[in-house]
């Protein structure tokens, strides 16, 4: 099952929904829930970075940001030597994404219905009032 939102689901294809968490200090959204879960996949921001297709330096500019935002970091990570650097979620980051993700799929599921109806007033690709003979 995917998390994302902002991908279109078989009901609704056309129209999606894509959440957003405003914080004093910035926001949190799907990217930077997906760069969490990278790294408690890869153990490392390097790999994280990676399998996003995102530079280290865009990978740890938004992770420093996260750390900021909350009263404890979000990730913490080790520097490379002998065994090699690497990077874990704390105890906060990995909340984050448990509660981001919880309340992406509530939010799915409540709007899936308005979704699906919207869906239906919204003209294909190509189809719009100019090409109907409309406009403004």
Known sequence: ???????????????????????????VGPGKVALLEA???????????RSLDMSFRRAWLLIDTMNAMFREPV???TVGGRSGGGAELTAVGHELVERFRAIE??????????????????APPGDTAETRGGGT
Request: a positive charge.
């Open 105 to 122: 799929a509530v939010a799915r599921d409540v709007a899936g219905p308005h979704l699906a109806r919207l869906d239906e007033l919204v």
């Open 1 to 27: 099952m995917t998390h994302d939102t902002a991908s279109p689901t078989p009901a609704h294809a056309g129209v999606s929904l894509r959440m957003r968490l405003l914080l004093p200090e910035g926001a």
């Open 75 to 77: 990730v913490k990570a």
């Open 39 to 49: 790294i408690q996949r890869t153990g490392t921001i390097s790999g994280a970075a």
